[in-house]
């Protein structure tokens, strides 16, 4: 096993640390965590989350911090930026491991839960960029499996380490909360009582939740009492809006139908999805058993029906699914391959698996068929890459993808061919580092196009920005008093208070700085937004642009 032991490693090495720096930051997300970890450093205010000076009540400050303290440990860049969400990923890559082979078949069980998680499309999606969404998913990782522990037989007759085990449950709950909310409550739950019922421990449900409660409590409390005293309505905010309004409301932010994740889950699955019918056959022999397995489904399913009743969708939200999916999808392919644990001789893989293999090839065959009609032709309307040899790498990734899928195909040891099937996708992933499409970037990454301009800046000028692209402006230009321009989007709430306001202008109060500071003052927009208003505003007496963005001088 030690050989394979180095493969959950070095993917994630390779995935998701070394390349890390490549890509340029992304808004509106990637820049918005940015700056609210440097406005924190900046300020040495880590209670009261800021943006631009403006209060932004959406989050509370776990994932902030943790990004900050990046910041601090390797300067801000990049890498910096994306390091905790990356982290995030191999350290519930590590846990799953630990779970898989102590309670479903040794070490090769743990090195295949851990290396289907790190290759899902939506966990690498999700872990290579700078969101809270992969920080909270560790964070309910490690709880459920802390719970677990605690609960199995194992801990029955320990009541010292159970109600240790139960404590970290707890804390882990409280640093969940502070990264996103009362989220990190209603997970556990909806996950905890159902297996219980089923486990037929009813005594527990009144019995267990009470250190685990006290725990998340004492952790979450200092800060919970600092922020009230530093901003009061936080709380009435962050619940209503952030939580029932999201969940409930019929105008819910990022609204969907209730079969959103039944739809696209298969599509972020990927490449796992092709051995769903193995893994199915494989959980079928197992016959529930395990109570692991119980746990496992307990985990997915509520919290996916969950989601699918609240209002608002995004598909980052089921990332905390991702766990026991590989955990239920690592043990039904080893039963389905004959790889139990203690099994010395592999047999013959089946054909479900053979067939899985070839749907991987074809997969990535087809990928290469429309990115080379995208790239020569108008069929599409769209082409990605305007330096071409991002799409002979794409093409050749993909090209060596389908190879590796078809070799996973023809194998005929089932070790071999499920660690062939695993290390398909992964130099693809790679690079999509390096590969990322050029009108991606222009769109959604204009930090190289206002860096161009940098030395324009001084400590004095006034800059002016609309919303789009605020948060990179003021994190490219280390600056927190930018004026905001127009639509304050998700600022709304902050550019309200009186100290803030005076920042939030219309056109005729940009016309009037402009008249106020002649010399002095630079307008950053989306080019579109900037035709619109140019007609009421001096004419700028220099100004450029990308194509996507404007920067003018007045």
């Not at 079969?259 to 298969?266: M, N, T």
């Amino acid at each position: 096993m030690r050989k394979w032991r180095v493969f959950p490693v070095f993917v994630f090495l390779f995935l998701y640390i070394l390349p890390l720096g490549v890509r340029p930051l992304v808004i509106p997300d990637e820049t918005r965590y940015a700056e609210i970890a440097r406005e924190m450093i900046e300020t040495k205010d880590f209670v009261v989350p800021r943006i631009d000076g403006f209060r932004y009540f959406e989050k509370p400050v776990m994932g902030y911090w943790l990004n900050a303290a990046s910041l601090a440990a390797f300067g801000e860049n990049e890498f910096a930026v994306r390091f905790a969400s990356a982290v995030s990923v191999g350290l519930s890559a590590l846990l799953l491991f630990f779970l898989a082979r102590r309670f479903t078949g040794g070490d090769f069980a743990g090195i295949v839960s851990s290396m289907i998680f790190l290759t899902c499309f939506e966990v690498f999606g999700v872990g290579i960029v700078s969101v809270l969404d992969s920080m909270f998913a560790f964070f309910i990782t490690a709880s459920m499996i802390c719970f677990y522990y605690a609960a199995s037989n194992l801990n029955t007759d320990r009541p010292q380490q159970k109600n240790l085990l139960l404590m970290c449950c707890g804390v882990l709950v409280g640093v969940a909360f502070l990264t996103k909310g009362f989220l990190a409550f209603v997970l556990p739950v909806i996950i905890i009582a159902p297996f219980l019922i089923w486990e037929k421990r009813w005594k527990d449900l009144f019995t267990v939740p009470w250190i685990p409660l006290a725990a998340a409590v004492i952790v979450i409390l200092p800060w919970a009492v600092m922020v009230h005293l530093r901003a009061p309505d936080f709380w009435n905010y962050f619940f209503w809006e952030e939580h029932v309004r999201r969940f409930a409301a019929e105008d819910a932010q990022h609204k969907a139908p209730f079969y959103y994740y039944l739809l696209f889950f298969p599509a972020v699955a990927i490449p796992w999805t092709f051995q769903a019918p193995s893994a199915i056959i494989g959980i079928m022999k197992k016959k529930l058993e395990n109570p692991i397995f119980k746990f496992a489904i307990c985990w997915f399913v509520f919290p996916f029906l969950f989601f699918s009743v609240a209002k608002g969708k995004l598909l980052t939200y089921i990332l905390p699914c991702f766990v026991p999916f590989a955990l239920m999808a690592a043990a039904g392919l080893l039963n389905a391959l004959n790889l139990q644990s203690g099994q010395t001789t592999a047999l013959p893989p089946p054909k479900s698996f053979k067939a899985g293999g070839f749907a991987g090839a074809l997969f990535f065959g087809l990928l290469a068929v429309v990115l080379t009609i995208m790239q020569t032709s108008d069929v599409f309307h769209y082409r990605p890459f305007t330096q071409p040899w991002k799409y002979w790498v794409c093409l050749a990734v993909c090209l060596i993808s389908m190879i590796i899928y078809l070799r996973a195909g023809v194998a005929r040891d089932g070790r071999r061919q499920i660690m062939l099937f695993a290390m398909a996708p992964v130099i693809f992933m790679f690079a999509v580092h390096f590969a990322y499409p050029d009108t991606a970037i222009l769109k959604k990454s204009p930090g190289a196009f206002l860096m161009k301009y940098s030395e324009k800046i001084r400590p004095d000028t006034i800059i002016v920005s609309d919303y789009s692209p605020l948060k990179a402006v003021c994190w490219y230009y280390k600056r927190s008093d930018v004026y905001l321009m127009g639509n304050s989007g998700e600022l709304n709430y902050g550019a309200q208070y009186p100290d803030s306001e005076k920042r939030w202008l219309n056109l005729e109060g940009l016309s009037n700085l402009i008249h106020e500071n002649p010399g002095n003052l630079v307008f950053v927009a989306r080019k579109g937004n900037f035709e619109i208003w140019q007609r009421a505003l001096p004419k700028p007496v220099f100004e450029d642009d990308n194509g996507e963005f404007l920067f003018a001088m007045y």
